[in-house]
């Protein structure tokens, strides 16, 4: 067995153990949002709460009232953390115009935080069993990482994205919102 070969199965495990039958595609270019994940734009953001790093339960709904950008990711996707970056520099630029990054992470809390260390990530990390449910009830029916939600002020979901966002897109997004 090959290490590439190795490396994917190990991939496949993991992902296996955390979300069911969620499968990440590693795709080049990842397709357009489908009609049924379309269909949600102008529509309510679910409440959901998930756990944060540091152990405390957090609820979406307290991010009301701010445009958010919702990013899915895990520490092992390379796309996810090529983006982050990005999302880090959002963050920093446009948080007291009001926007909220929160990343929501399928993963493991001790991988997840020594990223997020490391990284400098300078907005709330969320993870929990019921991660996958919630990506795939934003739209992610296809199970693509990294998956973004844009949510404006009210609380409707704006824009969707499979696959990596580029600062461009993401910052052409936000200023419409806020």
Do not use: H
């Amino acid at each position: 067995m090959n290490k590439k070969t190795i490396i994917g199965a190990l991939a496949l495990f993991f992902v296996g153990a955390i979300g069911g039958n969620f499968l990440v595609k590693s795709i080049k270019q990842p397709p357009e949002p489908s009609q049924e994940t379309q269909s949600l734009i102008g529509s309510p953001l679910p409440e959901f709460s998930l756990v944060a790093l540091d152990g405390v339960r957090e609820n979406i709904k307290q991010w009301q009232g701010k445009v958010q950008i919702i990013n899915f990711w895990a520490t092992w996707c390379p796309p996810c953390k090529r983006e982050i970056p990005v999302l880090i520099e959002l963050q920093t630029e446009y948080a007291a115009r009001g926007l909220q990054v929160i990343g929501i992470a399928l993963d493991k809390r001790e991988p997840v935080s020594e990223f997020a260390d490391e990284a400098g990530i300078n907005y709330p990390i969320l993870l929990g069993s019921s991660a996958v449910e919630i990506s795939e009830q934003l739209g992610n029916d296809m199970g693509i990482l990294p998956y973004t939600v844009i949510v404006d002020q009210v609380g409707n979901i704006s824009y969707v994205k499979y696959g990596e966002a580029d600062r461009i897109t993401l910052e052409e997004k936000i200023k419409l919102l806020l």
